[in-house]
């Protein structure tokens, strides 16, 4: 991700602080009305396109990866996966040629409040993630009702390793489906368990390696400022892509993928919406939902805004300063 040097330009405007954003101190600031302009930049993860999706009804999504408002409990959600419904019993496939890692039973420790769940490691080419090569993913199946494989049994690309259901803290039939770059380890796991560390948070966006529909529809509508006054947008997107990573501003930056901007040390902290340069509201998605959206709150009005996927394709609205 590219760094913005927002304050470069102080030294030139008389009387200029920290505190002083340019949109202030140049009179520049992001109109949305005037429309985007496309953009594209390197993914902070090279997707990996070899593997296929873990059901057979792909597009029968509830929630996607990421900030979500979740229903059942009436509260902001750091979504770490995807949930894919279907009807109990539906088979669940392996997404690749793989090793089975963990079969963990309804109530275990390690998944307390997964079900039934079943971990697969699959071999990845090579790649750079946090400043460190990566090699490997593991894709965990929670929720599933009948496990199908065993602990170090090779599995092939398309078998069933286990079907849909409705175990562990759940009240409706789904798959919630993860994939943990290198590691099994969440962050804060990590923190108290040393020998699982490998320093950031494994879980990203399924949809890098299991694919989905990516077209690029969005729109992005300026909306009346709060109260207190600010500048508020609203983010919509089809179904067709459900894959927003990085809200970029001169106020600061949000990366999912990465956590850039957000705290993963803790369920709480990640669960926070609240990034003091911007907070994020996320509208309620269901699987009738036709688009998925967030209200984006800055106290504010920044420079410039740039919405980027996890590919790296994006708009951006207003002039960039570096």
């Known amino acids: 991700m590219r760094t913005t040097t927002a304050l470069a330009a102080c030294a030139v405007f008389a009387g200029c602080s920290s505190a002083t954003t340019i949109c202030e101190r140049t009179g520049q600031c992001v109109q949305i009305a005037s429309g985007g302009v496309p953009i594209e930049d390197a993914p902070p993860l090279a997707p990996g396109g070899a593997f296929a999706a873990p059901t057979r009804t792909p ?31 539906d088979p669940l496939l392996a997404i690749g040629d793989g090793r089975v890692s963990g079969v963990y039973p309804d109530g275990s420790s390690t998944y307390p409040d997964g079900g039934n769940v ?56 789904h798959l919630h489906f993860e994939t943990r770059v290198q590691s099994v380890c969440s962050l804060a796991y ?79 902290t990640l669960d926070d919406f609240n990034y003091g340069f911007l907070r994020l509201v996320p509208i309620p998605f269901l699987s009738t939902s036709e688009t998925l959206a967030f209200e984006l709150h800055f106290p504010k009005r920044p420079a410039f805004l740039e919405l980027r996927d996890i590919y790296g394709r994006g708009l951006r609205f207003g002039d960039r300063t570096e």
Request: hydrophobic letters at 35%.
């Open 118 to 173: 079943v971990v697969i490691e699959h071999a990845i080419p090579a790649r750079s993630f946090h400043g460190r090569s990566v090699d490997r993913i593991y894709a965990v199946y929670l929720h599933t009702e009948k496990i199908e494989v065993a602990v170090d049994q090779t599995v092939t690309a398309g078998q069933e390793v286990a079907t849909m259901g409705k175990t562990g803290d759940t009240d409706f039939v």
């Open 59 to 89: 597009a029968a999504i509830s929630s996607t990866f990421g900030p979500r408002w979740k229903a059942s409990a009436s509260r902001d959600d750091f979504h770490l996966g995807i949930d894919y419904y279907g009807a109990l019993g």
């Open 190 to 268: 990590q923190r108290t368990h040393p020998d699982c560390s490998v320093g950031f948070d494994p879980h990203v966006h399924p949809y890098l390696f299991v694919g989905g529909t990516n077209v690029d529809r969005i729109t992005v509508e300026e909306l009346p400022a709060d109260r207190d006054g600010g500048f508020t947008a609203r983010y919509t997107a089809t179904r067709g892509d459900l894959d927003l990573d990085v809200i970029e501003t001169d106020l600061g930056a949000l990366g999912f993928e990465t956590r850039i901007g957000i705290d993963a040390s803790s369920t709480a």
